[in-house]
Nanobody, 124 residues
Framework: QVQLVESGGGLVQAGGSLRLSCAASGRTFSSYVMGWFRQAPGKEREFVAA????????RYADSVKGRFIISRANDKNTVYLQMNSLKSDDTALYYCAADRAVFIKVGLTEYDSWGQGTQVTVSS
């Protein structure tokens, strides 16, 4: 498994932007499919975005499509989530996840490494 550490969360006004980062340990980062998930209070953890090993394929939840962008820098062992036009519904604890897989994954149970999360709070 890979160790993951998220950063970049905070408090932002509705309509604003934030960029989350997730730093991974190890020397095989490019072998991992990466994903972002989030969990709001009282709700289940849900898929946000995922990116393939080579960054050529991305997937988004319908709720963030057109507003969020996932990217990765394999030379820096880091995956990013650029969040624009933030809404109060985006308030949640955001988790980074990794899985050593060939194909991109969007299911919660398909990832075997998780970070501790970074809090995003959007004020209206």
């Amino acid at each position: 498994q890979v160790q993951l550490v998220e950063s970049g969360g905070g408090l932002v006004q509705a309509g604003g932007s934030l960029r989350l980062s997730c730093a991974a340990s190890g020397r095989t980062f490019s072998s991992y499919v990466m994903g972002w998930f989030r969990q709001a209070p009282g709700k289940e953890r849900e898929f946000v975005a995922a990116i393939s090993r080579g960054a050529d394929i991305t997937r988004y939840a319908d709720s963030v499509k057109g507003r969020f962008i996932i990217s990765r820098a394999n030379d820096k062992n880091t995956v990013y989530l650029q969040m624009n036009s933030l809404k109060s519904d985006d308030t949640a604890l955001y988790y980074c996840a990794a899985d050593r897989a060939v194909f991109i994954k969007v299911g919660l149970t398909e990832y075997d490494s998780w970070g501790q999360g970074t809090q995003v709070t959007v004020s209206s």
